[in-house]
């Protein structure tokens, strides 16, 4: 099962992929959060991309593109992935369907999280991420179980600077530009479906395994 999950950030595509991986046992690969391994560890691609991070910009299409490229040959991904957080621009959605065709794995659906801004807002807002496992909670949907500490690894739990409202903002604003593009791309190809980003977790989940079904996919 080859998909990519498409929808603003704070749509729940990423909560979604990781219960998915576990159940179809294929890797979750999030473009944000290799970019926030490389920023961790001060590689070259870190240090440049942290200047777009910080302030909720897109890291430039080459950059991107060359991570996804190597990660989707890998050999792990030949029975699937899960694309989340890319493409996020049309230029990165054709690069990736060159990249596939080449290694004969081509997307077989694309999940479009169709999510209010209200939603989005709530949710990021209140998200607070372990600083060391990288565990995601909510300060009121999913909140742990000492204030401030990861239940699974006792860590440290903080704000992403690019949570906080202003940034947000302009997060949601590159988002509504550059999206557009992106689903008239797939619809196109006729592989786009719709999901309510709306969705609580377990809602969601069901929508999904429904849809999986008649799509074949399952
Ligand atoms: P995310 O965790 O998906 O919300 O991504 C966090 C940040 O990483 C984004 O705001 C961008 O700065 C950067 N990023 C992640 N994926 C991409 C992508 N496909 N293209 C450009 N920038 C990205």
Redesign the pocket.
């Known amino acids: 099962m080859k998909l990519v999950l498409l929808g603003p950030?704070g749509a729940g595509k990423g909560t979604q992929a990781k219960v998915l991986s576990k159940e179809f046992g294929i890797p979750h690969i999030?473009?944000?959060d290799i970019?926030r391994e490389s920023v961790k560890a001060q590689s070259p691609i870190g240090l440049k991309a942290k200047v777009?991070?910080d302030k909720?910009?897109?890291?430039p299409d080459d950059v991107?593109i060359e991570m996804v490229a190597q990660r989707v040959a890998k050999e792990d991904c030949g029975k699937g992935f899960m694309l989340d957080?890319?493409?996020?621009t049309a230029a990165?959605a054709k690069a990736l369907d060159g990249t596939l065709a080449g290694l004969n794995r081509p997307i077989d659906l694309v999940l479009y999280f169709k999510t209010s801004q209200q939603t989005i807002i709530q949710r990021l807002s209140g998200r607070r991420v372990c600083k060391n496992c990288g565990e995601n909670y909510h300060i009121k949907n999913i909140p742990p179980k000492v204030a401030g500490i990861c239940d699974k690894c006792g860590g440290e739990l903080y704000q992403r600077v690019?949570d906080k409202e202003d940034t947000i903002l302009n997060?949601i604003k590159v988002y509504e530009n550059t999206v557009p593009g992106i689903i008239s791309y797939y619809e196109g190809k006729g592989i786009l479906r719709t999901v309510s980003g709306d969705f609580d977790v377990d809602e969601a989940h069901d929508y999904l395994s429904k849809l999986f079904v008649k799509e074949k996919l399952k």
């Open positions: 950030p999030s473009t944000g970019l777009y991070m909720g910009e897109l890291v991107v957080g890319f493409p996020r990165q690019d997060r």
